[in-house]
């Protein structure tokens, strides 16, 4: 206001305008807009005596009169809630079925408004809006139920696993032993047969089981984990470490389902876990069915009206348990899972190779291509070999037959055939015999049809060894007659034989 003094006093001293404002620091607008005012008031300079700053303010800028507004009909805000959460919901939809009941009804921008003033009265935990189907959130409680032996009287704690859905709440619990990697995913397994369907994504804790590498922005997903999402088609979201923020449904879940299911059976004594599911299952219903207090309906009629409808469907089977070790290549190509051995390719011997081992089934993969599958052994010591896997002279000798290698000498003749038999005979390894056959695959190739002679003179004289098939054929023994009644005898008429006179 002390402006609009100064304002008014310089103007009755006849300064422009524009000079008034180049002093003040105001703009030129704003200088003729106070003395406008002014002049409509019948104020001018000097001010009526005893005049404050409020009554200046008020005869410049009286309060402009608002029309009385007419109160339009409400919609229904809770049912607008409601089903926003359903896919496709927008509010622009809403406010047209809205206007098609009430066409006098709020225009969309209030529409718009009322809807977030109305969601500022919901707890804190209803703030946050989920689409049906879209997200579970798990957790283990922290509390756990004891499970005695009959047998030994030992007492065993059971770990309690809790899911629930973000749009409609409803939540399921199941106990296991232990929270490692195969109870994890068999908690995982039965709550999606559980809600009879599959959400869009799972929000998790960062347990062991889950992520391998706690890290804010991008966490290592467990290799099995990220296996089991992928067979249920959904995706795994872990939440930031020391936020609890980021799963507080499962974070309500597991207080619900330690007050309500928990607390009411710490009387009661079980001796297996299928005995304590089976208790859980009960007052879980009981606890699904029971009526909200601030909304119409309960988590189990808001299942079946939001959530499930929108699930992905079951897959056909079951997931499979499966892990996921990496190996190298050994010469033999051949790597070692729990003491048996599997074969692939053999151009990647000296490569890493990592393996998806489920009860029945030996994936290998490279590169995230599958090169070899193997049914899993189970025995000690075991070896399963793909001959496809062999370089072409391993797979020669792997599909070595005696038999053809006998007819094969047969082609060749009689004496090679019994020499080769012979001396096969003879051996009890398999890769000997085979060197065997190629040896003399080589002298044939070497010496041609002179193989058959040498051998007929080895098994005539039974020298049934390779050297001395060899040494036949280098000496060139096989062109020797030894056929009997062809004897030479040497010419013994001359001057130094005696004669038969002599012995007279």
Not at 136 to 147: E, H, L, N, Q, R
Not at 304 to 318: A, H, M, Q, T, V
Not at 416 to 423: A, D, G, K, S
Request: aromatic content about 10%; some cysteine.
């Amino acid at each position: 206001m002390r402006k609009i003094r100064d304002v008014l006093r310089l103007h009755a001293k006849g300064h422009s305008n524009r000079k008034i404002a180049r002093s003040l620091s105001i703009s030129r607008d704003s200088v003729t807009s106070y003395l406008t005012r002014a002049q409509a008031a019948g104020l001018s300079w000097p001010l009526p005596h005893g005049m404050d700053d409020h009554e200046l303010e008020q005869r410049l800028f009286p309060p402009v009169a608002r029309k009385k507004r007419t109160k339009r009909p409400q919609p229904d805000w809770e049912m607008i809630y409601q089903a926003m959460k359903e896919k496709g919901a927008t509010l622009q939809q809403l406010h047209l079925e809205y206007l098609e009941e009430h066409p006098d009804g709020l225009a969309y921008s209030s529409f718009c408004e009322g809807f977030r003033d109305y969601k500022k009265t919901m707890k804190k935990y209803m703030r946050q809006d989920y689409r049906a189907g879209e997200k579970v959130f798990v957790d283990y409680s922290g509390k756990t139920m004891p499970i005695h032996d009959p047998r030994t009287g030992d007492v065993k704690q059971a770990q309690i696993f809790v899911g629930v859905l973000g749009a409609s709440n409803y939540t399921f619990a199941f106990a296991s032993w232990t929270q490692n990697l195969e109870d994890w995913i068999e908690a995982h397994i039965r709550m999606f047969e559980f809600f009879g369907g599959v959400p869009e994504c799972v929000v998790c804790d960062n347990l062991k089981a889950a992520v391998t590498k706690v890290r804010k922005s991008d966490p290592v997903i467990n290799q099995t984990y990220l296996d089991m999402a992928r067979h249920y088609g959904t995706m795994i979201f872990p939440a930031r470490p020391y936020k609890p923020q980021d799963k507080a449904k499962a974070e309500n879940g597991v207080q619900l389902v330690e007050r309500w299911i928990l607390f009411r059976l710490r009387h009661k004594k079980f001796t297996s876990l299928n005995e304590l599911n089976t208790a859980i299952a009960e007052l879980l219903h009981e606890l699904n069915s029971r009526d909200f207090k601030q909304m119409p309906g309960s988590r189990k009629s808001m299942f079946e009206s939001i959530d499930k409808p929108e699930l992905l469907p079951l897959p056909p089977s079951r997931y499979e348990l499966a892990c996921f070790p990496r190996s190298r290549v050994m010469h033999d190509y051949h790597i070692s899972i729990d003491g048996c051995r599997y074969s692939v390719p053999h151009t990647l011997v000296g490569k890493n190779v990592e393996s998806r081992v489920t009860r029945s089934t030996i994936e290998i993969f490279f590169n995230g291509r599958r090169v070899a599958i193997h049914p899993r052994l189970h025995e000690k010591n075991g070896v399963s070999t793909n001959k496809d896997h062999m370089p072409a002279n391993h797979r020669h000798l792997a599909n070595w037959d005696k038999e053809e290698a006998i007819k094969w000498a047969a082609s060749i003749g009689l004496g090679t055939q019994t020499f080769l038999r012979r001396l096969i005979s003879e051996t009890k390894n398999k890769y000997q015999a085979y060197r065997i056959e190629q040896s003399l695959r080589k002298l044939h190739e070497e010496y041609g049809d002179r193989l058959e002679a040498a051998s007929r003179r080895a098994v005539k004289i039974r020298a049934i060894r390779l050297a001395s098939l060899r040494s036949i054929l280098s000496n060139n023994l096989d062109f020797a007659d030894d056929s009997e009644g062809n004897l030479i005898e040497a010419d013994f008429d001359h001057e130094n034989i005696r004669g038969p006179d002599y012995y007279k």
